[in-house]
């Protein structure tokens, strides 16, 4: 009985919605939320995913615990992603082509182009993320790495897009991002210092 109520209750909100202001007020808001929600998102990604390989101070339910906030991170990021690059579309902030095609938005082509190569980037990891189970094999591990690894410049990209082409970002999200920028740095030179098994393995 409820069933055909309820895309009549759907569309009735709708306009409702629309007749109030109120689509517009959240259109406004994601026109920047979006994009700082995408950028906080993505960063916490790359974060969980580098805290989930570590094996000297976290035990194994520890790095379980972190993947799979890595992973809930990172699908999040992706639908913000998606979210941001339709509202700036749609606002005609920039062409859905400038948006496919790094480089070539005819005012920011350099910071816009920035973001696009900054989304491949992390689609290619949610990709191989989804189908790591694809990649078993001594040598197929490493492909993954490798792959995986397009995380950290799309994180970079993503940084000088999020921070360059929109708003004025507040001094404390400046500090913030350049802190984690530092400390994945520092981990990422620890983890390459480290000693590698010599066995072969799944792929972190």
């Known amino acids: ?59 194994t339910p520890h790095r379980l615990l972190a993947q799979a906030v890595h992973r809930g991170t990172g699908i999040a990021g992706l639908g913000f992603l998606g979210l941001h690059i339709w509202v700036k579309v749609a606002q005609g902030q920039t062409g859905a082509a400038a948006a496919a095609v790094p480089f070539t938005d005819g005012v920011r082509p350099m910071l816009i182009g920035f973001g696009t190569l900054a989304a491949y980037g992390f689609v290619a990891v949610a990709v191989s993320g989804a189908v790591r189970g694809a990649f078993t094999g001594r040598s197929s591990a490493r492909w993954w790495r490798a792959l995986h690894t397009v995380a950290y410049p799309a994180w970079a990209l993503a940084l000088l897009h999020g921070l360059k082409s929109g708003r004025a970002a507040a001094g404390w999200a400046v500090a913030g991002y350049g802190i984690a920028l530092a400390g994945v740095a520092v981990r990422l030179a620890l983890r390459l210092r480290g000693p590698r098994r010599t066995t072969g393995s799944e792929p972190r």
Request: zero cysteines; aromatic letters at 6%.
């Open 1 to 59: 009985m409820l069933r055909p109520a309820l895309p009549a209750a759907l569309l009735l909100f709708l306009a409702v919605t629309l007749h109030s202001g109120a689509m517009d007020s959240t259109v406004h808001f994601l026109d920047y939320g979006a994009g700082v929600l995408a950028l906080v998102s993505l960063s916490a990604t790359v974060l969980w995913g580098l805290a989930a390989t570590d094996r000297m101070v976290l035990h």
